[in-house]
């Protein structure tokens, strides 16, 4: 009987089974040991591709390869660079088809393909340049615009790369040219005026079969015009009703990055025809792209971006209204002339009553309206359905319908069951009553980032350290928890004049009734937070504050939390509590309790207390003392250099203790 090996490479279908969970390298080697192999797995070789690498040397046997086996490629990444070649290539060999038609049979299996009048003139071939079939097959692209300055060095490097405006077209000739493309990426790229938003929105609105887009560019300047309001919109509502994943997002571009720019491009305004641009009416551009009304029944998830001021609220419910099963929202800004957010925001609910996930997480104008519309919908979800809140607003607002404190915390205890994901940050409505509320209420959470930038007016948004050991915590199954504790700075961090720290007096150490009660209750913060035995990070700042008010202010100085990583020393009478987080046995990441380089962590760390977290803590592998190299070693102290140099594998130089 023949050995399995053999029996399973006779099978072609086994074979390509096999071939697509192989890079090109495995593919070229199992190619090289036959010549049947190399037969049956050519058409691997060519499924997934980067035609940069047949580009590069600019070798006409390589190019050629790559011309003769266009029609088995589906799926393809391609740079700037990358897309002017390839187009400078597909003119060179309809230009040769039209002159000569025995080479028709060569594409007698793919569809007709002329160049449109929109498209951007064919360079001038300062570099060879081979006559390629067109890619008319393809499931998949994904394009990326690359940075500014890579045309240096590049062998294949034409003109128009410096010209955004012709790469628009080249992309869109490209998309236009594989109807049945399933997946596309576009990113990076630059849309100056209108008619490049159009022409883009034109283009994907003919893939009839499209299940996943991802756009992502530049807009020219904030003056470009209402095109930048409408792109997300119309590409939504003008997709096909195949979509499964949708996300349209916007970046601005700084003066650094245009400096490669052509000369034309940057000083005509938006919308004024360079020298190669015929207007509108010559190239079929002067009509507006139909709308869609069937629903995306598919549509599960939309990045909901690249919105402005002239967008009309009722084409961003009809965005919505065609999507009956969406589950995960993200959106960016939202123009401020939406008239009633509340009603919009419960007519999305309505309209998309299975949404589960909802985030936001951008900057700019119109975010404050995005912040309270997401807060809304929220609330306008039936209770026990959202599994994530993500909210990433960096500057502070508020939410007027939220409320505060207690009652601001009480929408997010609606989901107690389902909330897994809770992530905060820039909403005045929650303060510390608030957390105090998710900490208590929603015991689904494992991944809960309440994190504010240490400020003088940003007391109030922490948790306080009497709500925080108030009750007890019903979020037991935290492993990630980025939280900010308000701490009284009087008596433990801001010492009156005379009065020795508490861990530098000599045993047995003496309390005075304050400091005793401010342990008991810190006692008390650390007893709650060893209850997380899930925990894989903690990310735990103190912000002391002036709790007399006596003009101190807020302090921002990163400091280990008062006897937190002492043991128990019975004889010393030190105040410690490090005992308390024996649970946390598969912390993996740990940042903000400790500073390495703070007094009390160099007077109160020891051998005892290193020996004890490296049993306690085996996978901790992130920490303030956990690089993997010499660096930022001045300061440490040497139970903590052996700590850090043991958990480096060695690798690093010895201490005294080894």
């Known amino acids: 009987m023949e050995p399995a090996t053999t029996r399973f490479f006779d099978v072609p279908e086994l074979v390509d089974h096999l071939t697509k969970h192989l890079d090109h390298p495995g593919i070229t080697k199992l190619m090289l040991t036959s010549r049947r192999m190399h037969d049956l797995c050519i058409p691997a070789q060519y499924r997934q591709i980067q035609p940069g690498r047949f580009f590069y040397d600019r070798t006409t046997d390589s190019i050629q390869s790559f011309a003769k086996n266009v029609h088995r490629v589906r799926e393809m990444l391609i740079w700037r660079h990358g897309i002017v070649y390839y187009t400078n290539c597909v003119t060179a060999f309809l ?105 883009l929105t034109r283009t994907i609105s003919g893939l009839q079969s499209l299940q996943n887009l991802l756009v992502f560019f530049y807009q020219w300047d904030e003056w470009a015009g209402p095109w930048t309001s409408r792109i997300g919109v119309d590409l939504f509502l003008t997709c096909a009703p195949t979509l499964r994943t949708g996300a349209v997002k916007t970046g601005e571009l700084y003066d650094d990055d245009i400096d ?73 800004p939202i123009p401020s002339i939406i008239s009633d957010v509340r009603r919009l925001a419960q007519d999305i609910a309505q309209y998309c009553p299975k949404l589960s996930d909802l985030s936001f997480h951008t900057l700019g104008e119109g975010a404050e309206v995005a912040g309270e519309l997401l807060i809304l919908i929220l609330k306008a979800l039936p209770p026990q359905q959202v599994t994530r809140f993500y909210s990433n607003y960096l500057p502070l607002f508020t939410a007027e319908s939220l409320g505060s404190g207690a009652e601001a915390g009480s929408i997010f205890r609606q989901h107690s069951g389902t909330l897994r994901m809770l992530s905060l940050s820039g909403c005045r409505n929650i303060d510390s009553k608030a957390i105090q509320t998710i900490l208590v ?44 504790i308000a701490i009284p700075d009087e008596p433990l961090h801001h010492l009156a004049e005379g009065v020795v720290p508490y861990y530098n007096r000599p045993a047995p150490t003496i309390l005075s009734l304050a400091e005793t009660a401010q342990f008991q209750s810190l006692g008390s913060l650390y007893q709650q937070i060893g209850a997380l035995t899930e925990l894989r990070s903690l990310d735990l700042k103190a912000v002391f504050f002036d709790q007399a008010e006596k003009g101190r202010g807020i302090s921002a100085q990163y400091t280990t939390f008062p006897g937190l990583f ?57 920490g303030p003392f956990f690089q993997d190299d010499d660096d930022d070693e001045e300061g440490l102290s040497d139970p903590l250099l052996w700590w850090k140099r043991k958990r480096a594998g060695g690798r690093l130089r010895p201490t005294p203790y080894e």
Not at 446 to 460: F, M, P, Y
Not at 461 to 469: F, G, K, R, V, Y
Not at 579 to 607: F, H, N, W, Y
């Open 441 to 484: 209420g929603c015991e689904a959470l494992e991944d809960l980032q309440i994190a504010w930038k240490t400020r003088s007016n940003q007391r109030q948004l922490c948790l306080h350290l009497e709500d925080a050991i108030e009750f007890p915590w019903g979020c037991t199954k935290l492993q990630r928890l980025d939280l900010r």
């Open 566 to 622: 002492v043991l128990w020393n019975n004889e010393a009478g030190r105040p410690g509590y490090l005992q308390l987080l024996g649970g946390l046995t598969k912390l993996e990441s740990l940042s903000g309790p400790i500073c390495a380089m703070d007094e009390e962590a160099r007077v109160t760390i020891g051998m005892n207390e290193v020996r004890w977290m490296d049993q306690h803590w085996p996978a901790l592998g992130r």
């Open 260 to 332: 490669v720019f052509t000369d034309e491009f940057v000083l005509l305004s938006p919308g004024d025809l360079q020298s190669w641009e015929k207007s509108d009416e010559e190239c079929g551009l002067n009509t507006a792209t139909p709308r869609r009304e069937e629903p995306m029944l598919g549509l599960k998830t939309l990045s909901f971006g690249a919105l402005a001021g002239e967008t009309m609220e009722e084409d961003i419910r009809s965005v919505f209204r065609r999507a009956p099963n969406l589950t995960v929202l993200n959106i960016s």
């Open 95 to 199: 230009d040769l088809l039209a002159t000569q038609q025995s080479i028709a049979t060569t594409v007698s299996r793919q569809p007709s393909l002329s160049r449109p009048a929109w498209l951007a003139p064919r360079d001038p071939h300062i570099c060879k340049v081979v006559p390629i079939p067109p890619l008319t097959l393809l499931t998949r692209l994904n394009f990326f615009f690359g940075q500014q300055g890579e045309f240096e060095g590049c062998p294949y490097y034409m003109p128009s790369y410096r010209d955004p405006k012709a790469t628009i077209t080249q992309l869109c000739w490209l998309i236009q040219s594989n109807p049945h493309l399933l997946d596309v990426k576009l990113q990076g790229f630059i849309i100056k005026d209108g008619r490049d938003a159009g022409l």
